[in-house]
């Protein structure tokens, strides 16, 4: 009679043990894809009347102190790694970021047509993400817009004294 209780208790122990493990091997990354389905405050935007090459030198130069993930002229695109808080960009008004935080930028380069004109649109996604504890995931947060705003004049900047 003891020894069944006994591997019975073994049984029940080991299969907690199983869930416990299975739970932590759950997570994942999220995708790029993810973002799209959540309200992010948007991106931000601007269509500049210039030069495709000038238009993409300008948003790399603007970007050049962020670490790199991925660009590619052909495609338009310039990901950023993920940046944590501790090198995280500062608006003048704000003394520090939270702990746990950390985001990306994506920015994408586009050649359209407006008003029958070429034009190269600019558009900036800030991919803002917080980890409360050890054990959750990232929660998705809503960008503020500044450091966006912030990288899309630096490009006017950069075509204006070009």
Same mark, same amino acid.
């Given at each position: 009679?003891?020894?069944?209780?006994? %591997?019975?208790? %073994?049984?029940?122990? +080991?299969?907690?043990? $199983?869930?416990?493990? @299975?739970?932590? =091997?759950?997570?994942?990354?999220?995708?790029?894809?993810?973002? &799209?389905?959540? @309200?992010?405050?948007?991106?931000?935007?601007?269509?500049?009347?210039?030069?495709?090459?000038?238009?993409?030198?300008? @948003?790399?130069? /603007? $970007? @050049?102190?962020? #670490?790199?993930?991925?660009?590619?002229?052909?495609?338009? &695109?310039?990901? =950023?790694?993920?940046?944590? /808080?501790? +090198?995280?960009?500062? #608006?003048?008004?704000?003394?520090?970021?939270? +702990?746990?935080?950390?985001?990306?930028?994506?920015?994408?380069?586009?050649?359209?047509?407006?008003?029958?004109?070429?034009?190269? +649109?600019?558009?900036?996604?800030?991919?803002?993400?917080?980890? &409360?504890?050890?054990?959750?995931?990232?929660?998705?947060?809503? /960008?503020?817009?500044? *450091?966006?705003?912030?990288?899309?004049? %630096?490009?006017?900047?950069?075509? &204006?004294? *070009?």
């Amino acid at each position: 009679m003891m020894q069944h209780m006994l %591997r019975e208790m %073994r049984l029940i122990i +080991n299969l907690l043990l $199983i869930i416990l493990l @299975a739970g932590c =091997t759950t997570s994942h990354e999220k995708s790029d894809e993810d973002y &799209t389905q959540v @309200a992010t405050g948007g991106p931000r935007s601007r269509i500049f009347y210039d030069d495709y090459e000038k238009v993409w030198k300008a @948003a790399q130069i /603007s $970007i @050049a102190q962020y #670490p790199l993930k991925a660009y590619d002229i052909d495609s338009g &695109t310039i990901e =950023t790694e993920f940046i944590g /808080s501790d +090198n995280a960009w500062l #608006p003048p008004h704000q003394q520090s970021i939270q +702990n746990g935080v950390r985001y990306k930028i994506n920015i994408r380069v586009l050649k359209e047509k407006k008003g029958g004109l070429d034009v190269i +649109n600019v558009v900036i996604l800030k991919q803002v993400e917080k980890k &409360t504890d050890f054990f959750s995931n990232y929660e998705r947060l809503i /960008s503020d817009g500044l *450091e966006e705003v912030s990288i899309l004049y %630096r490009i006017q900047r950069e075509l &204006t004294f *070009e």
